[in-house]
């Protein structure tokens, strides 16, 4: 029992050590680092003996027994500790695959553990001990997976939990477990570091944010699992746990507490900014972010943006608002997915319920974000009326594109026949298929691929129709600033034309105007076809000659040319917009 007692002396060395990282380095260095090679078999003895599911003893020798608590310290203190205060510590959580296996162990089986089972026998009722060893597994979880060019491959850390999806999903269980910990913990009387309960919280909502801090590096490494943690819940996760704790995380002590570094507001907001950081990552990254910002506004993100927004009194920390908080970031790139109709199906119920919540008064607090949602707010409502409108429908989704018949069926209908060209139009028949063809879909099939971004994008076929309200929408609102920028336009020849690009990619909306020579040079590798283009004639009084909208989904930027032209040409469709405005009077007949 001589090792129990040494090692728990070590151990208490480290826990007493504090925050004085020039004391605390030398300290471990002499107690843990310079003696690693002696106590590292010790911890895994430990681990292996006396962790569940292991078939430890019922008792060692002389009638001394250990806790599960005590074995999960001695396993896991000891490297904690080496990891906080020296880069030695650090780089071997990093590259060393032995205690990497050692530590994902340890962090598999603290998953798998109740209250009770982490109970202390010398404190005895203290019902944050499991919450706060969590905690700190989810720090240590986060130097594991720095990036750096010793680091080791994802695939030997997720073999230690059984593969990619058991450790996936344990991943968002810790995030779960770390939110229902924080809001199971009692209202501290006193928001103070002297304060037990206050400094548990803190300490546990940094883990919190350590957990989603380790979600994103695992999906971001190589050979990760980032598409995998979306479809498992990553975004409904995350935007549950700020829902839960927001209130909580930012209620001012309104005293000198409200400053300090590790337990201030700034460091409570930290946590909702790395859950922001996380979707803003997600819808950045994702290979299909229309669905992931469709999810994250089912599940409460336009909420939770307009309730963590906090007024100048509660920012007794003094810190000021940054355009590049991730709140705000995750705000001001939202719009650029209101052009997709998955995004505005699901947008029009939010903008309701947040009618019937009525934040505006919370929101309103503070400056930048109640400017920035002004913004938003208006640009939303306008483009969901757009898909609401005739004209927004996908009609050739769901209906025979044949002059010749009228066939409808299901959008879904996996009978149809589509033309492989422009990806398209759709067919009940391969006779309607033939007669589309020879009665002129043959010299429209490259405009509409062309209108498509040469590109077959699920998500930009279904949303054309909306993309090209919106441009034709632009071009006639904003006329007087295209003429400006048709002025400057610099053409190599006098059969150079120009062309005005409307950019969906940001928000607002801007408008560049090229030359066709030099818009091909910059417009990057999906785009359409200049013949296509230099196909198309403008009458005289035009401000323009042609138009390119170019829009963004994850990673990748689209060249489309201008969907409301290939639309019109190939199907007669008018976006039912004159001076700026919807001048139509029919309502929309439902999708199928």
């Not at 699992?225 to 979306?230: D, F, P, R, S, V």
């Not at 053409?491 to 818009?519: A, H, W």
């Not at 409301?564 to 976006?575: E, I, N, P, Q, R």
Request: a neutral charge; glycine letters at 6%.
């Amino acid at each position: 029992m001589l090792a129990k007692w040494s090692m728990g002396g070590i151990v208490q060395i480290c826990h007493n050590l504090g925050s004085n990282i020039s004391i605390g380095e030398r300290i471990v260095h002499d107690a843990v680092a310079s003696k690693w090679e002696m106590l590292f078999p010790w911890m895994q003895f430990f681990s292996n003996n006396f962790l569940p599911p292991s078939q430890r003893p019922a008792a060692l020798p002389h009638g001394l027994s250990v806790s599960t608590y005590e074995a999960l310290r001695i396993t896991i203190h000891p490297l904690s500790t080496l990891c906080q205060f020296t880069t030695i510590g650090r780089q071997l959580m990093r590259t060393n695959p032995t205690v990497q296996a050692f530590f994902f162990r340890a962090w598999v089986i603290v998953d798998g553990l109740k209250s009770d089972d982490v109970a202390d026998p010398l404190r005895e009722g203290d019902k944050n001990l499991s919450a706060l060893i969590r905690a700190n597994m989810c720090s240590l979880s986060v130097i594991c997976m720095e990036d750096t060019p010793a680091s080791l491959p994802v695939s030997i850390i997720s073999s230690v939990a059984g593969g990619t999806l058991p450790m996936a999903s344990l991943a968002l269980r810790y995030i779960r477990r770390m939110t229902k910990e924080v809001s199971n913990m009692p209202e501290p009387r006193l928001r103070a570091r002297e304060n037990v309960d206050f400094s548990s919280m803190t300490v546990c909502a940094t883990g919190l944010a350590q957990a989603i801090l380790f979600m994103q590096s695992l999906g971001d490494r190589e050979g990760g699992c980032h598409e995998l943690l979306l479809q498992i819940g990553s975004i409904r996760t995350v935007l549950s746990a700020i829902r839960t704790l927001w209130e909580r995380l930012l209620t001012p002590a309104w005293n000198s507490s409200d400053n300090e570094p590790d337990i201030g507001l700034a460091a409570r907001r930290r946590v909702l900014y790395i859950a922001y950081r996380y979707i803003g990552y997600s819808m950045n990254c994702a290979n299909d972010s229309a669905l992931v910002i469709s999810q994250a506004i089912q599940h409460g993100l336009l909420e939770c943006l307009l309730r963590t927004g906090s007024s100048r009194a509660e920012r007794v920390d003094n810190t000021k608002r940054f355009e590049d908080d991730h709140d705000i970031q995750l705000l001001k790139e939202l719009p650029r997915f209101f052009v997709f109709s998955k995004v505005l199906r699901v947008l029009q119920p939010a903008l309701q319920r947040l009618d019937r919540l009525g934040l505006e008064e919370r929101a309103s607090q503070d400056p930048v974000l109640w400017e920035l949602w002004q913004a938003v707010d208006s640009a939303a409502r306008t483009f969901t009326n757009f898909h609401e409108l005739p004209e927004g429908a996908p009609f050739y989704r769901y209906q025979c594109c044949s002059p010749k018949c009228s066939l409808n069926f299901s959008e879904d209908d996996v009978t149809a026949y589509r033309c492989s060209g422009c990806m398209l139009t759709r067919y009940c028949s391969k006779y309607c298929q033939k007669e589309a063809w020879e009665s002129g879909h043959r010299v429209h099939c490259r405009m509409l691929r062309s209108g498509l971004g040469n590109q077959d994008v699920r998500e930009i076929r279904k949303s054309l129709p909306v993309i090209a309200m919106i441009e034709s929408w632009i071009c006639e609102e904003r006329v007087n600033e295209i003429r400006a920028l048709d002025k400057d336009v610099v053409k190599t020849s006098e059969n150079d034309r120009s062309i005005v690009e409307v950019d969906l990619t940001v928000y607002p909306i801007e408008l560049n105007m090229y030359s066709l020579r030099d818009y091909f040079l910059v417009s990057g590798s999906h785009t359409f076809e200049r013949e296509v283009a230099e196909s198309i004639t403008t009458s005289e009084d035009s401000p323009y000659d042609l138009v390119a909208v170019k829009v963004r989904l994850g990673r990748e930027y689209y060249s489309l040319f201008s969907p409301a032209t290939a639309l019109g040409v190939a199907f007669g469709w008018t976006s039912g917009i004159q001076g700026g405005r919807y001048i139509h009077e029919h309502p929309r007949t439902p999708d199928p």
